[in-house]
């Protein structure tokens, strides 16, 4: 590998668990266990009927609003969202700029010998190799705008299907406490089925209040905010192939690019 090569090596971040999410998803189940336990009788809280309405019905209800394939990848999203894989908008920026200060000196055939090196981020591995191919930064640029605008519409799905469970767990659980008023009402002869009945019927609130605000809302939450932080990196080195492609100044791309990034992450490589 060449000196230049070498000093542009970008290694994708490792994936690791994601504190926050497992931490903060953790404390809160913990914190209602323990209070259920406190208070007493815990065997009370487990109803099968309850959880087969509230967590069966949101999830049949859901599909019928989306397609499989994308409940399938939502589910897959979901896991991903418990893996944590950091990607410093800054040094993202630096790495850019020295891109193009290479193409600049050397000229834009020269970006060939740092390929390899740029594998492990295909977005900007994608846009450098146009730029080589000779495609002209206005193209290079509008194709990249459309695949990044096709990634966020993906998220945007994965994210609207959370909101959705959030939203029709809550109304799954209001059914449910219906159907336990309805067999309670009807067995009001039989003391020995109201309790159960009684059960059912706040049970089901329960466990939709419980998945909508401490499962589906915040992971919908946390993968908008995955998305945004990764569509301002793929914006990095959007404009930096675009860049390159139209052979401007490296110090004007500087510029451009901390218009983008918030003041504490502005880069000064020139100065």
Do not use: W
């Amino acid at each position: 590998m060449s000196e230049e090569a070498a000093a542009l090596h970008i290694r994708r971040a490792r994936s690791s668990m994601d504190l926050a999410t497992v931490i903060g998803l953790a404390c809160g189940f913990l914190f209602i266990a323990g209070a259920i336990f406190i208070g007493g009788a815990p065997k009370s809280f487990i109803n099968p009927p309850s959880i087969l309405i509230v967590i069966g019905g949101t999830l049949a209800v859901t599909t019928a609003c989306f397609s499989l394939d994308e409940m399938r990848r939502t589910m897959r999203v979901v896991l991903q969202t418990f893996m944590y894989s950091s990607r410093d908008p800054s040094d993202a920026a630096v790495q850019v700029l020295k891109i193009a200060e290479m193409a600049r000196k050397q000229g834009v055939l020269a970006l060939q010998n740092i390929l390899g090196s740029i594998q492990a981020e295909p977005f900007l591995h994608k846009g450098v190799s146009m730029v080589v191919d000779g495609t002209p930064g206005g193209e290079v640029e509008a194709i990249m705008r459309r695949e990044m605008h096709s990634t966020q519409q993906r998220h945007a799905k994965s994210t609207n299907v959370l909101r959705k469970m959030g939203e029709f767990s809550p109304a799954m659980g209001l059914i449910g406490t219906l159907i336990g008023l309805v067999q309670m009402l009807a067995h009001l002869d039989t003391p020995s089925t109201i309790g159960p009945a009684m059960a059912v019927a706040l049970l089901t609130t329960f466990y939709g209040a419980v998945l909508a605000n401490m499962v589906f809302l915040p992971l919908a939450s946390k993968l908008e905010r995955n998305s945004t932080e990764e569509a301002l990196v793929n914006n990095i080195y959007l404009m930096g192939a675009a860049s390159i492609g139209r052979q401007e100044n490296p110090r004007r791309l500087e510029m451009l690019l901390n218009s983008l990034l918030p003041p504490s992450q502005r880069v000064r490589y020139f100065d």
